[in-house]
């Protein structure tokens, strides 16, 4: 790199999106100086700069995704390996390094993922029905199961939206697990209103593709659960769509079905493409997402992959490049212009425009229940909970924790935040 594209300070004037109008004023200025270099063992002689606006020091590092590593390892090869079901262990056996580094190489990704995610989204115009349901997993432990929300092109397969929120366990349990539960709880019990709020955000972002849309009426699919019906009513800013008739809420039942003739065809094909290819979400298994954040990454990882990678049907010929955002409507130079750079060139967060799913997993937001004691609470309750009632004095105080144990913030690393 002989000129940087801009100065990494936020608040500095040069700190200008380069792929903004006003880049071009800034590449005819003189803004920086060369300060002399550096060496290192990977990477050889790295070049500095000064910003002569704001005197801050940086290098061309500064503008790599490989940014503080010490290291090379290949990020489509991560890519690869994360969506073809394989675990992060397996992962790091694969490319001959340690399980931390395959975590903090797909943090790094899934930024990149979600920024790219965003800006091919925000491009595009609706032009098929869409379907909305959630995803049922579990992290952590079977007792805390979560909820993925998605929402999906009919046609295209296309998938729109994704948040996560943890549920309560509920269903069928024996008096073992009714206690194991009930201990559980006392230290961490999910919101009640999880489900609604997060069907809300979702709502929120079928109004803003509504501004963009061509489809008319547009048919959202979803199942018959109560929480969709509450988050719709309270939702205003489609009163006036559903009123006038430009937007239709059709409801399935779950149990119908799940063939090509089901209008929930396209979330319960993408449930499946989940189960078979992220190894945390394949069923009884060892392999289970152990951080709410880490698993939301992969999945954003995977959603990319599935939106402008894979081939929109297996058995097309190989000469037919079909892929599922191609198939919504999605110009060519337009997924080429979002996935530029993608694997090299470090995406900043404030020249993003991300809505607050999106933005919780770039910042790392969501919250892991029992996060850092969750091996020593579940052994405990399960030898307590054999022998009958659970004591939870005695739990918490061999644990060192309150009764109730406060949501801990997940490590965010400085770079992230720039």
Not at 288 to 307: K, P, Q, S, T
Request: with cysteine; charged share 30%; net charge positive.
């Amino acid at each position: 790199m002989r000129r940087p594209p801009f100065c990494p300070r936020r608040g500095c004037p040069c700190h200008i999106d380069p792929d903004s109008p006003e880049s071009a004023t800034l590449a005819r200025r003189r803004w920086f100086k060369r300060n002399g270099s550096y060496a290192t063992k990977v990477r050889g002689p790295i070049a500095r700069f000064k910003c002569l606006e704001c005197g801050r020091g940086f290098s061309t590092q500064t503008f790599s995704l490989d940014y503080f590593t010490k290291r090379i390892i290949d990020y489509d090869a991560v890519r690869r390996e994360l969506c073809s079901s394989s675990g992060v262990r397996a992962t790091s056996r694969s490319l001959g390094c340690s399980c931390d580094s395959v975590t903090n190489r797909t943090s790094r990704l899934a930024r990149q993922c979600v920024s790219a995610s965003s800006r091919l989204l925000s491009q595009m115009t609706l032009k098929e029905d869409l379907a909305a349901d959630g995803f049922e997993s579990f992290a952590v432990s079977q007792y805390f199961p979560n909820n993925i929300h998605i929402l999906v092109g009919s046609l295209s397969q296309l998938v729109y939206f994704c948040d996560s929120v943890t549920l309560r366990r509920s269903g069928r349990m024996t008096a073992l697990q009714k206690r194991i539960r009930e201990a559980l709880e006392a230290l961490y019990r999910p919101s009640p209103s999880a489900l609604t709020r997060s069907f809300r955000e979702l709502l929120a972002h079928l109004h803003e593709r509504l501004k963009r849309c061509e489809q008319d009426p547009l048919i959202l699919n979803t199942d018959k659960k109560l929480e969709y019906c509450r988050a719709l009513s309270s939702c205003k800013e489609l009163d006036e769509p559903l009123s006038s008739g430009r937007l239709v809420h059709a409801r399935t039942d779950s149990r119908r079905k799940r063939d090509k003739h089901n209008p929930l065809y396209a979330v319960n094909y993408m449930d499946r493409e989940f189960r078979k290819d992220l190894a945390e979400h394949v069923r009884e298994t060892v392999r289970f997402a152990r951080n709410v954040n880490h698993c939301m990454e992969r999945l954003w990882i995977y959603l990319l992959d599935h939106n402008t990678h894979k081939r929109y049907r297996i058995n097309d010929p190989v000469r037919v490049q079909r892929t599922h955002a191609l198939e919504a409507g999605v110009e060519e130079t337009t997924i080429a212009r979002a996935t530029a750079h993608l694997t090299t060139r470090r995406r900043f967060l404030s020249f993003e425009h991300l809505e607050p799913a999106a933005l919780r997993v770039w910042r790392r937001e969501y919250h892991t229940p029992l996060k850092g004691i969750v091996k020593g609470a579940l052994r405990t309750i399960n030898r307590q909970a054999r022998r009958g009632p659970v004591d939870l004095q005695t739990v918490c105080e061999k644990l060192g924790v309150e009764r109730l144990i406060e949501d801990v913030a997940q490590y965010l690393p400085r770079y992230a935040l720039a």
